[in-house]
């Protein structure tokens, strides 16, 4: 691995001890390393420069985005280094897993068609709660060919340059909509069967559960707005999906109601579909809990995306701009 074009770009807020592992993990195989920082109040900063990272402090006068820590710190890389070819982005709660970087970069080397490539990323403590457990499920996408990545990727910068970057207006979604415009541009996007960081959710509450799926909507009705007229008719069926189960199924059976309160047994259609997902999911996963309760948060998880999908139309017809939706 040629350490003079390659680098990383790693972005945080109060990570604490989480944010040493982070930058330890790449420190130790990377010479170009880059730390973005949202306004922690930790001590975040000065633990990335006693590493010996490159820090950059994001104006806090223009609202913070992980789209826009992301650009920021690719801008300072290119600038350190104009030699770098491909970027490392990641998440500062993760650690990246040793022998990672050479497949991937040994991958990207050989495949000029793909613009990124991403691997396995894992949850460090999934028997923690039921939402990391969650959570470590959703990161399992198919191996193979893909849409898009997670905030953890190599990227290469020629496609990363094309499409000038994540699109800083995002709140959340900003990685899969990228892909989006890189794969407009004839490019392709792989996921490895390989191991590439542990990720620390830290989701210990329903409200946090909450308030990631409401992000969720958002990111979906907001990247529908940019792209949804495209030949993909880009996140158009996620918001489809969202609105049916989350508000025009209820207000349906509300509005039956008033003829007959019989027509209330419609309800039932909740508990059958949570069934019908677990079952589903017992053939993957072998396990009657896992399976349950991905199924359960997979049908509830629709009210609060709901809720975010919503909120972005009410903000954009009063002119307001949208702000960050963190969970922890």
């Given at each position: 691995?040629?350490?003079?074009?390659?680098?990383?770009?790693v972005?945080?807020?109060?990570?604490?001890?989480?944010?040493?592992?982070?930058?330890?993990?790449?420190?130790?195989?990377?010479?170009?390393v880059?730390?973005?920082?949202?306004?922690s109040?930790?001590?975040?900063?000065?633990?990335?420069?006693?590493?010996?990272?490159?820090?950059?402090?994001?104006?806090?006068?223009?609202?913070?985005?992980?789209?826009?820590?992301?650009?920021?710190?690719?801008?300072a890389?290119?600038?350190?280094n104009?030699?770098?070819?491909?970027?490392?982005?990641?998440?500062?709660?993760?650690?990246?897993?040793?022998?990672?970087?050479?497949?991937?970069?040994?991958?990207?080397?050989?495949?000029?068609?793909?613009?990124?490539?991403?691997?396995?990323?894992?949850e460090?403590?999934?028997?923690?709660?039921?939402?990391?457990?969650?959570?470590?499920?959703?990161?399992?996408?198919?191996?193979?060919?893909?849409k898009?990545?997670?905030?953890?990727?190599?990227?290469?910068?020629?496609?990363?340059?094309?499409?000038?970057?994540?699109?800083?207006?995002?709140?959340?979604?900003?990685?899969?909509?990228?892909?989006?415009?890189?794969?407009?541009?004839?490019?392709?996007?792989?996921?490895?069967?390989?191991?590439?960081?542990?990720?620390?959710?830290?989701?210990?509450?329903?409200?946090?559960?909450?308030?990631?799926?409401?992000?969720?909507?958002?990111?979906?009705?907001?990247?529908?707005?940019?792209?949804?007229?495209?030949?993909?008719?880009?996140?158009?069926?996620?918001?489809?999906?969202?609105?049916?189960?989350?508000?025009?199924?209820?207000?349906?059976?509300?509005?039956?109601?008033?003829?007959?309160?019989?027509?209330?047994?419609?309800?039932?259609?909740?508990?059958f579909?949570?069934?019908?997902?677990?079952?589903?999911?017992?053939?993957?996963?072998?396990?009657?809990?896992?399976?349950?309760?991905?199924?359960?948060?997979?049908?509830a998880?629709?009210?609060?995306?709901?809720?975010?999908?919503?909120?972005?139309?009410i903000?954009?017809?009063?002119?307001?701009?949208?702000?960050?939706?963190?969970?922890?």
């Amino acid at each position: 691995m040629n350490n003079n074009s390659i680098g990383a770009v790693v972005i945080g807020r109060n990570e604490g001890e989480r944010l040493r592992v982070c930058l330890e993990s790449i420190r130790e195989q990377l010479k170009y390393v880059i730390y973005v920082d949202s306004g922690s109040t930790d001590s975040s900063i000065e633990l990335a420069e006693s590493l010996g990272v490159y820090v950059v402090n994001l104006d806090l006068s223009i609202p913070f985005t992980a789209a826009r820590a992301r650009n920021e710190g690719a801008k300072a890389l290119l600038n350190l280094n104009p030699q770098v070819e491909y970027i490392q982005f990641v998440d500062g709660d993760c650690e990246v897993q040793a022998g990672w970087l050479e497949k991937a970069y040994a991958f990207l080397k050989e495949s000029d068609a793909y613009a990124v490539v991403c691997g396995r990323r894992r949850e460090r403590y999934p028997d923690t709660s039921v939402f990391n457990q969650l959570c470590d499920i959703e990161w399992n996408t198919p191996v193979g060919e893909a849409k898009s990545c997670g905030g953890d990727a190599l990227v290469r910068v020629e496609a990363f340059q094309q499409v000038n970057g994540y699109r800083e207006s995002l709140i959340a979604g900003e990685e899969p909509e990228m892909c989006f415009r890189m794969r407009e541009q004839g490019w392709r996007i792989m996921r490895l069967d390989a191991e590439m960081t542990l990720h620390d959710a830290a989701m210990t509450k329903i409200s946090q559960w909450w308030k990631r799926h409401k992000r969720a909507g958002h990111a979906y009705a907001e990247s529908y707005e940019l792209h949804g007229e495209s030949e993909e008719q880009f996140r158009k069926s996620d918001c489809m999906r969202i609105v049916f189960w989350a508000a025009g199924l209820p207000l349906i059976i509300a509005f039956l109601c008033f003829f007959h309160l019989m027509f209330a047994c419609l309800l039932f259609v909740y508990p059958f579909q949570i069934i019908r997902l677990t079952l589903k999911y017992f053939r993957q996963f072998r396990r009657f809990r896992p399976s349950f309760f991905y199924a359960l948060s997979n049908v509830a998880s629709k009210f609060p995306q709901c809720g975010g999908l919503f909120s972005f139309y009410i903000n954009k017809l009063r002119g307001k701009t949208n702000t960050i939706i963190e969970y922890k």
